[in-house]
């Protein structure tokens, strides 16, 4: 009878600390995700489309060399123009959730040579701020579909002390501002 019943206790406490330790493990991998547009009126087909995407736990641990927190800015230009960009002039912005900013940067070789310069070519290749990213060409018979291009922006680890609420990314060539912000949560 004795084992019957510390069998049944010990099924219980399995029943109840299971589900208890994956809801505590379940919200550590979560992302976050951000949007913006450089041209919130363009029409449906030529957007110009900036996403962010955060996974929260690996965000807090992870930083560059510990000195820059890194986020990577896929954008999409679906615009007839090509995009013109300049690593000395567009400007990055990162907000935190009690309102501060930190500013970052897209050219981590004017901001931090030595640590450019541990980089293989590769690495250099990829992390690099292009000087443009190509339209997409709606007249154009082969139909070229929009240039997706992924950007990195370098913060200052030691300033970023929580998880970003938005961005601010200036592009000095169209003299505009874009506000990258989560979207509001959709009703199922």
Not at 21 to 27: A, L
Not at 97 to 102: E, F, Y
Not at 146 to 154: D, S, T, Y
Request: hydrophobic residues 40%.
């Amino acid at each position: 009878m004795a084992t019957r019943l510390a069998k049944w206790i010990g099924m219980m406490l399995l029943a109840v600390l299971l589900p208890a330790r994956g809801e505590i493990g379940s919200e550590g991998g979560r992302s976050m995700y951000f949007r913006g547009r450089l041209d919130p009126g363009a029409a449906p087909n030529e957007p110009c489309v900036l996403d962010i995407e955060i996974e929260e736990i690996m965000f807090k641990l992870n930083s560059f060399k510990d000195k820059y927190k890194v986020v990577r800015i896929r954008v999409e230009n679906g615009r007839k123009e090509l995009l013109k960009l300049s690593a000395e002039k567009d400007a990055i912005e990162l907000e935190l959730s009690d309102g501060k900013t930190v500013r970052g940067t897209f050219n981590l070789q004017a901001q931090d040579g030595p640590i450019w310069d541990t980089l293989d070519e590769s690495m250099r290749k990829a992390l690099a701020y292009p000087l443009s990213i190509r339209g997409a060409k709606g007249d154009d018979p082969n139909g070229r579909r929009p240039e997706v291009v992924h950007l990195f922006a370098f913060f200052p680890s030691e300033k970023v002390t929580g998880l970003p609420r938005a961005f601010s990314y200036m592009i000095q060539s169209v003299g505009k501002t874009v506000r990258i912000v989560q979207p509001p949560p959709t009703a199922n």
